[in-house]
C-alpha cells in the first residue's frame, strides 16, 4: 500500500511560482508511474501532468503546457509539480497519484488509471 503525501501548496499572486512535492512511502517507487491531478471547487478532478517510471517521459494537459514541469526523483521518492506563470484558473486542489506499472498500456490522463493518491494540498492563485 502506497502513502502519498503532497506539500508546497499555498497562496501565489498571478504570474508567479510554485513547487509541490509528494513523497511516496513505497520503497519501489520507480516501479510507478506518477501523475498531479486537480479538482477546482464544483469541477470534476482532472489531468495536469505525468511521468514515467524512469522520469524520460513526461505527459501534460494543454492547459499547462509550458507553464508546469513535472520531474522525480526516486532515489527520494518524490515527485515535484513546477508551476510557473501561474493563473487564477489553476486554483484548485492538486492530488499526486501512483500507479504500479504491470505490463500493458494505460491511459495516463485517466484518473481510474491510479490506484493511489495523496490527500491533496492547496494551491490558490490570487489576480
Known amino acids: 500500500q502506497v502513502q502519498l503525501v503532497e506539500s508546497g501548496g499555498g497562496l501565489v499572486q498571478a504570474g508567479g511560482s510554485l513547487r509541490l512535492s509528494c513523497i511516496a512511502s513505497e520503497r519501489t517507487f520507480s516501479n510507478y508511474r506518477m501523475g498531479w491531478f486537480r479538482q477546482a471547487p464544483g469541477k470534476e478532478r482532472e489531468f495536469v501532468a505525468a511521468?514515467?517510471?524512469?522520469?524520460?517521459?513526461?505527459y501534460a494537459a494543454d492547459s499547462v503546457k509550458g507553464r508546469f514541469t513535472i520531474s522525480r526523483d526516486n532515489a527520494k521518492n518524490t515527485v515535484y509539480l513546477q508551476m510557473n506563470s501561474v493563473k487564477p484558473e489553476d486554483t484548485a486542489v492538486y492530488y499526486c497519484a501512483a500507479h504500479l506499472v504491470s505490463g500493458g498500456s494505460v491511459d495516463v490522463t485517466d484518473l481510474r488509471s491510479y490506484a493511489y493518491w495523496g490527500q491533496g494540498t492547496q494551491v490558490t492563485v490570487s489576480s
Open positions: 511521468i514515467s517510471r524512469s522520469g524520460s517521459s513526461t
